[in-house]
């Protein structure tokens, strides 16, 4: 029997919402690793793209996503792809514009499901993305869905981009999140919605300090209950 490091906090919920830097900073303040599955489809599509491989390609796809090892490094921060670095190829405006058609294919979640549960088997864990409430860890002892505005998440998106230098403008950036929303809350596979466990937090007027302590103080009351149990159970 696999004693478990710690809890499993789930993250999902729009681009945008704050996810990655909340979830971020909320696994470094508990010790815990964190994991953004959304690298990971964006992985797949920079790799496609490289491949000239298209959506409709599904044999090809697959074999691509078996062979490809994903490591994140720096508390999630840098995604390693077979050994490269990938983290600043996988945010291009390209990668953006695409990477919702590859991620609506069954047998490419299917195979990053399967992946993604591997990574979090153990526990003491802080996992954002689109599915993972409901497909990858539905038994995850805190759920969380990040939301907020569509302009709200259309904003911080540019300035998280101009930040890495590249130059986009408002209207596509919004565009492109407006598209992701519908394509990512309509696929048959795995859409983007809320659970009726979990806790829905709107963050338009929340700091991200807010959020991550928010989302720790919920943390901690669940993780003191589980470290109660393991001492029972030991």
């Known amino acids: 029997m696999i004693t ?32 953004d599955t959304g690298a990971m489809y964006r992985a797949v599509t920079l790799f496609a793209l490289r491949n000239s491989i298209e959506p409709t390609d599904i044999e090809k796809l697959v074999e691509l996503v078996k062979g490809m090892k994903f490591s994140f490094e720096n508390n999630g921060s840098i995604l390693f ?17 695409r990477v919702s058609e590859f991620s609506k294919i069954a047998e490419i979640r299917e195979i990053l499901v399967q992946k993604q549960r591997e990574i979090g088997a153990d526990g003491g864990i802080v996992m954002e993305g ?18 907020a505005d569509l302009d709200i998440r259309a904003y911080r998106r540019l300035i998280e981009l101009k930040n890495k230098g590249l130059n986009i403008n408002l209207n596509d950036v919004r565009g492109n999140l407006e598209t992701r929303d519908r394509i990512d809350s309509s696929r048959e596979i795995n859409p983007l919605m809320v659970t009726e466990d979990s806790i829905v937090i709107d963050t338009t007027q929340m700091t991200i300090e807010e959020q991550v302590n928010f ?3 919920k943390a901690q009351e669940i993780i003191r209950s589980f470290n109660q149990n393991q001492s029972h159970r030991n």
Not at 6 to 32: F, V
Not at 130 to 147: G, H, S
């Open 4 to 35: 478990k490091k710690g809890i499993i906090i789930a993250i999902d919920g729009p681009a945008g919402a704050g996810k990655s830097t909340t979830a971020k900073l909320l696994a470094e303040r508990l010790n815990y690793k964190y994991i």
């Open 81 to 97: 792809v077979n050994s490269e670095n990938v983290s600043d190829a996988i945010r291009s405006p390209q990668v953006s514009d």
């Open 130 to 147: 689109r599915d993972i409430t409901t497909a990858v860890f539905p038994d995850a002892e805190l759920k969380i869905f990040l939301t």
């Open 215 to 217: 989302i720790y103080n």
